[in-house]
């Protein structure tokens, strides 16, 4: 069986204004709702505050909750159904951390069971501390930020075969980043100055795949980040797992298309860019659907099946491997062909 | 060399499903599989060094009373400064020998002279304040893990985070409010002398001497279950300590046959314990313990030799619990939880049932669809895959890592990116032929073309995943450990595993067509 058959042409790259619009648009629409909204709105694990789980024996309504709730002092931020109706099972946060409370999942249960008179079992609770959430914070962040440097390390030494210029490269983000640290700029704008210090560079040595690789990355996070806030999902440390993994990810897709242009590019140095990108994105196209396709079956079946918990972690996997898989084949290649344009 | 690899997988793997048929531990479930507790503490070591300082400016100002050295004001500032002005030449002189003499780690923070009164402020030096708060998260470390092991929790996990941060693990634990209290509890003993020079009735109606306080002890008829509550009017200063306490037992009393528990002090603890017992016969010295009297005895005769008892109608495991609590001592500090998850152990039953279901429903069709797309050769991959899950548990088991929700979800994102390597070859077998190229040759230049593909593609997902497990924490470690198994095990079964079934079959088994 075969989904693509050998010596189709499709005409990807001729299509790159049209996908570079779409990305364009995409990637306003993530930053405006970021704005809009301030942010990724942050789960407690990385704003602080408190989460209970609750399951209930039988239905119950949320105003019955939230006043059972008060009943105990408690302020709830948010009650919100969690997972499938039939389960009955509640969220309730507030955004403070009830350190101080004792016994909150005792008294949880005996209030609510008084207000909606049905049995409730506390299922999970999680409190994080201000302080910790920062921590895990910023320790998010850093780990979004070295891997971003060691990917990019890797791929300006392996693609363009010159180790001591992507030496170099890791040399100028960390001595930007160590420059910026200096004067307590926060670790967002780090991050940023780091990417724009690491496509100067690259520009700079011409380090023309790496280049791409790099904008079909930033492309998949922020558009799946956006994806996030228009959704009105937390943002959690899972979330951040789930964001490393499309990282991982959508490079993977693009180090195997660039994998086979270089190739070509070696096999037929005559052809014109254009035709050896779109003879490439084709050859590998059938690899591409088929990786996406099994990929993607999984993290269905994890959406679908995987429980409320992990649910909008495999969400984020969804939205991240349908994003990367457009980016390599539409993002990451036409770069190239920018590339070789700029230099006519 | 693959059979090794095989059987070392299966070896390690088989005591999760039938626990106990070798000494081999089983894959460890992460807290949101098995219910139970995850804590973050912060130990208030500032809070360590508060008490230091007080305990300082105690010894000090009972110094300066027995040496009749004269000061305008003795207080304590910034909760970790002593400051102190002594007038005239004679007494400044006499307070100078005394600091020489008796407190010689004592930093002179400040110190001038004018119109001849000294104005002296005392500390202490950086290295000590450093010392008293690493002693005191190591020190509440050790009492946690005192407590929690009289509590009986196996396999707890607890160690220090950080700087002054401790982190404890309790899978499986149900009664999570009792371990709460028990790890939180400071467990700090106080000796306060009672206030019998006022009454306690108008204390409680209001009338409280600024140098006393009201402090309750708590009983319980264990007949009727009820509790009462005795008010006693204490002194504010305390007399003592349980910094002092070396150890603490329970005993019986030979002449009642009632338990009593037997504490020790230290040199310095028993020569304070003996001066109060002297100073104060006949009068009550209130034992408290996190502010609750415990008891209340009369003071018979001065104590000497650093033994005490602390008696009271405490039935045997009263007496026990009191000394479990002394012996392992009061937290130098308190404690602040600073994170609490909780997971109940239905939940983590429900989300083990939901990973596995969304595993396996994801597997097989998988599976299924790699054996239409590709056929005999998808066959091949799919043994590849199983293969792959068998490793990664192995794996688990082996590095003794632990399985979380996550972590599942790593395996079922892996299942979906093992293929991918088999499909890079199968794709460029499938080139190849249409070259018109044997079978035999297709293959090898198959694998030869895809191994480097492979191998850059899997070097950035493992590069993501190792800066996971550096910088992530608890679930997020079990996705990150997962998600570096299975990359690492793909790669083994992609380029050694199915080369080696391709080859036997082309080669030993003859056979010319390739079904792909």
């Known amino acids: 069986m075969q989904f693509i058959k050998p010596g189709i042409n499709i005409d990807f790259v001729g299509k790159r204004k049209i996908a570079f619009t779409i990305s364009l648009l995409l990637i306003a629409v993530s930053i405006v709702t970021l704005i809009v909204n301030q942010g990724p709105r942050y789960g407690i694990d990385f704003a602080g505050g408190t989460l209970v789980q609750v399951k209930f024996a039988k239905a119950v309504t949320i105003d019955r909750i939230k006043s059972g709730l008060e009943t105990i002092d408690m302020t709830a931020s948010a009650v919100q159904q969690f997972g499938h109706a039939a389960d009955h099972e509640y969220l309730i946060r507030t955004d403070t951390a009830t350190t101080a409370v004792e016994g909150l999942a005792e008294r949880i249960e005996t209030g609510l069971k008084a207000s909606t008179g049905v049995d409730a079992e506390t299922r999970r609770v999680e409190m994080v501390g201000p302080q910790v959430g920062k921590d895990l914070r910023e320790k998010a962040l850093f780990a979004m930020f070295y891997s971003l440097l060691f990917i990019t390390v890797y791929i300006s030494g392996r693609f363009e075969m010159k180790w001591g210029k992507s030496a170099i490269v890791a040399a100028a983000i960390m001595a930007a980043v160590y420059l910026l640290s200096l004067f307590n700029v926060s670790i967002p704008f780090l991050m940023l100055a780091a990417l724009i210090v690491s496509l100067v560079v690259f520009w700079f040595f011409e380090f023309k795949y790496a280049m791409g690789a790099i904008v079909a990355l930033i492309h998949d996070v922020t558009i799946t980040v956006g994806v996030f806030s228009i959704f009105d999902k937390e943002f959690t440390l899972p979330i951040v797992a789930a964001l490393l993994t499309i990282i991982g990810y959508s490079l993977n897709d693009t180090i195997i298309v660039f994998d086979r242009i270089r190739e070509n590019l070696r096999k037929y140095h005559k052809e014109p860019m254009m035709t050896i990108l779109n003879k490439s994105v084709n050859e590998t196209l059938s690899r591409t659907i088929l990786t996406s396709g099994t990929t993607l079956i999984v993290v269905i079946a994890l959406f679908v099946l995987g429980g409320g918990i992990i649910h909008d972690f495999s969400f984020a996997l969804l939205v991240g491997v349908m994003v990367g898989t457009y980016s390599s084949v539409y993002v990451a290649s036409p770069i190239l062909l920018a590339w070789q344009n700029r230099r006519k | 060399m693959i059979a090794a690899v095989i059987l070392a997988a299966v070896i390690y793997v088989i005591p999760t499903f039938r626990p106990g048929i070798w000494p081999h531990k089983k894959i460890n479930l992460g807290l949101d599989l098995q219910g139970g507790m995850h804590l973050v503490l912060e130990v208030e070591a500032d809070k360590a060094v508060e008490n230091t300082v007080e305990r300082l400016a105690q010894e000090m100002r009972d110094m300066l009373r027995k040496e009749h050295i004269r000061t305008l004001a003795f207080e304590r500032v910034e909760g970790i400064k002593i400051a102190v002005k002594v007038p005239d030449e004679t007494n400044i002189a006499s307070f100078d020998d005394l600091l020489d003499k008796e407190f010689r780690d004592v930093r002179v923070a400040d110190r001038t002279v004018k119109d001849g009164v000294l104005d002296i402020v005392l500390d202490l030096p950086d290295k000590e304040i450093e010392r008293i708060r690493q002693l005191a998260v190591a020190q509440a470390l050790e009492t946690i893990r005192n407590r929690i092991d009289q509590f009986g929790v196996s396999e707890p996990d607890i160690r220090i ?183 109940g152990p239905s939940l983590g039953t429900d989300s083990i049932r939901m990973g596995l279901l969304s595993m396996c429903v994801g597997g097989i069709l998988v599976v299924l669809f790699m054996a239409v797309y590709y056929k005999a050769s998808g066959l091949i991959a799919d043994f590849a895959l199983i293969l792959n899950i068998l490793l990664i548990a192995g794996g688990l088991a082996i590095f003794g890592a632990t399985l979380t929700l996550p972590g599942i979800a790593g395996i079922i994102l892996t299942i979906g990116m093992a293929v991918d390597a088999n499909v890079l070859i199968f794709e460029r077998i499938r080139e190849e032929m249409g070259l018109g190229k044997t079978p035999r040759a297709a293959v090898d230049a198959g694998y030869d073309r895809a191994t480097l593909t492979i191998l850059d593609a899997n070097v950035t997902t493992l590069i993501a995943a190792l800066v996971l497990f550096q910088f992530g924490t608890g679930p997020v470690k079990g996705f990150a450990v997962t998600l570096s198994l299975g990359v690492v095990a793909s790669l083994f079964t992609a380029l050694v595993l199915t080369r080696a079934v391709f080859d036997y079959v082309l080669i030993h088994r003859k056979i010319r067509t390739i079904s792909i």
């Open chain 2, 161 to 343: 985070q950080g700087e002054q941060r401790i982190l404890v693990q309790l899978p499986g634990i149900k009664d999570t409010q009792r371990a709460k209290d028990l790890i939180g509890k400071t467990a700090l003993l106080e000796f306060k002398l009672v206030d019998e020079t006022h009454d306690v009735q108008s204390a409680l109606d209001g009338n409280v001497p600024a140098s006393s306080e009201i402090l309750y002890e708590t009983k319980e008829d264990p007949a009727t279950r009820r509790t009462q509550k005795i008010p006693f009017l204490v002194k504010k200063r305390t007399a003592l300590t349980g910094a002092y306490l070396t150890d603490a037992r329970v005993q019986i009393d030979s002449q009642y046959n009632e338990p009593y528990v037997s504490i020790t002090f230290d040199k310095k603890g028993a020569r304070l314990f003996e001066r109060i017992t002297a100073e104060n016969v006949k009068k009550r010295l209130a034992i408290v313990l996190d502010g609750n009297v415990y008891s209340a005895p009369v003071i018979q005769e001065k104590i000497a030799g650093g033994e005490a008892r602390i008696t009271g109608s405490f039935t045997t495991n009263e007496a026990r619990d009191l000394a479990i609590v002394l012996r392992a001592g009061a937290l130098p500090a308190p404690v602040q939880i600073l994170e609490e998850r909780t997971v």
